[in-house]
């Protein structure tokens, strides 16, 4: 069954520190990974998106890392924000019923205090 | 601004009725995705229609269905309506029809609906 598993559901960080959010998934055949930002109540945002071939790819403050070999993948944002606080989504696009389709994980819930 | 526009911005109704949802996708793109989230769940894709015809189907029940008319335009129609239907429901566009490659989504701002 194709997945895509995120960790942690939430983390709380201090304002100007870094963080590292996890993406694990088995969707097969993989076509590309993508991170979304989606801030409460609004639709998501594009933050990056990376093919197999790619390894990394950044976005300002933000650089996504991909591992085809293990299907995980990474987001780390660094100098965190007040306005960096929103839901992070990973999302894997592969086979599923003879289509391509986005499959979206269940997403980190990221909190910046001062 | 995303450039895709979904109307109403909230809903309020009751169990058994039946709603339309509206979304106007960006300028020059073909394609329109429709997805659920419910409270503190990931988004769940329901249908993608591009240029008028269907695309791609997700978890959409058969009490719901979408259609894009000739201007692009797409409706989301939700009947015998649940308490479990209450949700987000967003719509995205993209210029292509593939939901591979590097074919970029952007969202709505959402339609919240409350069944009562």
């Known amino acids: 069954k194709n997945q895509v598993e995120q960790s942690p559901q939430s983390l709380i960080i201090l304002e100007g520190k870094n963080c590292t959010l996890q993406c694990n998934y088995t969707v097969s055949p993989f076509s590309n990974l993508r991170w979304y930002k989606q801030d409460t109540g609004r639709g998501p945002v594009s933050l990056t998106i990376?093919?197999?071939?790619?390894n990394t790819k950044s976005n300002g403050r933000y650089t996504a890392t991909l591992d085809a070999d293990t299907k995980q993948s990474s987001l780390h944002i660094t100098a965190s924000q007040l306005s960096d606080s929103a839901s992070y989504i990973c999302v894997v696009s592969g086979m599923a019923g003879g289509y391509n389709k986005l499959i979206f994980g269940a997403g980190t819930r990221l909190a910046v205090h001062p | 601004d995303s450039g895709v526009t979904q109307t109403p911005k909230h809903l309020i109704t009751a169990t058994g009725q039946r709603v339309t949802l509206r979304c106007s996708p960006r300028s020059g793109d073909l394609s329109v995705y429709w997805y659920q989230q419910s409270l503190d769940q990931g988004l769940q894709f329901l249908i993608q229609?591009?240029?008028?015809?269907?695309?791609a189907k997700g978890n959409i029940l058969e009490r719901f269905s979408a259609q894009q008319f000739p201007d692009l335009h797409s409706e989301l129609n939700l009947s015998s309506l649940e308490l479990g239907d209450s949700a987000l429901y967003f719509c995205?566009?993209?210029?292509?029809?593939?939901?591979?490659?590097?074919?970029?989504?952007?969202f709505g701002a959402g339609t919240r609906l409350s069944v009562l």
């Open positions: 995205a566009s993209s210029v292509a029809s593939g939901q591979g490659g590097k074919n970029i989504q952007y």
């Open positions: 229609y591009y240029n008028g015809e269907e695309r």
């Open positions: 990376m093919t197999f071939s790619e």
